[in-house]
């Protein structure tokens, strides 16, 4: 079936280094595919999304490119803030069920 | 208020009382789901609501029951609960037509059972 799976967490860094949070997944066809944030103590916020191919969701500084050929829709931003400290998972569409897909989740914790 | 909100947002219940969530969307949309997140575990979806019909029921136990009076409403009925129950319980919603798939989750109720 449908599946994402996401890099193993937590990843610790410093402020105002590069991020790469690693998402690969599993689907029929070409699903949407999205990155959702929890802060602590609140719910899961879309971040961004790509709907096709070659496609690149972008916000508040996070960027992924939906690669098919590689079956991946890595996040990155170019240089972390405290305020970024959060769960990331990323998640597919899949047509097959009509469900959102998650995956585990990778804790970001970033120091000063 | 906009988006999705949940109440209350904290609950502590022993295991012999009832009690309800409640999640209210203000974006129009028409779908609205429950999913539960536990430590550890991924999150899992409980129920779907489609036009205020309960489409989906994935194996949650009876102790569990949702109610979707209109498309802007949606309810978690809790009975004799169990303390693996303990949880943060979200909320979502969704706009079925237009080919969009994203949701828009609530703040969550984190309950505790004891």
């Known amino acids: 079936g449908d599946s994402v799976t996401q890099m193993e967490g937590p990843v610790t860094l410093s402020e105002e280094a590069f991020l790469t949070i690693n998402c690969t997944y599993t689907?029929?066809?070409?699903?949407?595919l999205f990155w959702y944030v929890q802060y602590p103590g609140e719910g899961l916020q879309l971040l961004l999304k790509a709907t096709k191919a070659d496609d690149k969701g972008s916000n508040k500084g996070f960027e992924a490119t939906y690669r098919k050929e590689t079956t991946s829709f890595h996040l990155e931003k170019g240089s972390v803030q405290v305020s970024d400290s959060a769960v990331y998972f990323c998640?597919?569409?899949?047509?097959?069920?009509?469900?959102?897909?998650f995956g585990q989740g990778t804790t970001l914790q970033v120091k000063p | 208020e906009t988006g999705v909100t949940q109440t209350p947002r904290h609950l502590v219940m022993g295991m012999t009382n009832k009690k309800s969530l409640k999640c209210e969307q203000h974006?129009?949309?028409?779908?609205m789901y429950w999913y539960k997140q536990s430590a550890k575990k991924p999150l899992e979806l409980m129920f779907v609501?489609?036009?205020?019909?309960?489409?989906e029921n994935n194996s949650v136990p009876s102790r569990f029951s949702p109610e979707c009076p209109n498309s802007s409403h949606l309810f978690l009925h809790l009975h004799t609960l169990q303390p693996e129950d303990s949880a943060l319980y979200l909320c979502?919603?969704?706009?079925?037509?237009?080919?969009?798939?994203?949701?828009?989750f609530g703040p969550g109720t984190r309950l505790t059972v004891t």
């Open positions: 998640a597919l569409y899949s047509s097959n069920t009509g469900k959102l897909i």
């Open positions: 979502a919603s969704r706009k079925e037509e237009g080919g969009t798939y994203e949701q828009y």
């Open positions: 974006l129009g949309h028409n779908a």
């Open positions: 609501y489609s036009l205020e019909e309960r489409v």
């Open positions: 689907a029929t066809g070409y699903p949407s």
